[in-house]
């Protein structure tokens, strides 16, 4: 029984979904929005929020934390741009957006964007 177990594994093992929730995040920062599926983006969602949390404070040690879970481009676009947009907001970074199904497989779709 799965009793109080949080978070999605989607197939994979740790390290893999560790990797994979790297990119999709790196991904979201650099470009803005992105389409996926809704179970990845809201596992995903936790992820891009407390990074921009901890950044947007300016702190250099939690820059650096940061850095451990994204690429040189991304953080620097992270501290620059996206972080310093969301020095008066307390939280909320990300927006959801249901899209429908995909066809091929039947899973549900959304649009997942930085407010």
Do not use: P
């Not at 991304?74 to 620059?80: E, F, P, Q, Y």
């Not at 939280?91 to 249901?98: A, E, V």
Request: glycine share 6%; hydrophobic share 35%.
């Amino acid at each position: 029984m799965r009793h109080k177990n949080k978070g999605r594994k989607f197939g994979l093992k740790r390290n893999q979904r560790r990797a994979f929730l790297k990119s999709l995040a790196a991904n979201l920062i650099l470009k803005g929005k992105i389409k996926t599926t809704q179970a990845r983006a809201k596992e995903m969602r936790t992820m891009v929020e407390r990074l921009i949390t901890q950044t947007k404070t300016g702190e250099l040690s939690k820059v650096r934390l940061a850095g451990r879970l994204l690429s040189k481009n991304a953080l620097s676009h992270l501290v620059k741009n996206v972080a310093t947009n969301y020095k008066d907001r307390q939280g909320g970074y990300t927006r959801i957006t249901k899209l429908g199904r995909r066809s091929s497989d039947s899973a549900s779709m959304v649009i997942i964007e930085l407010v």
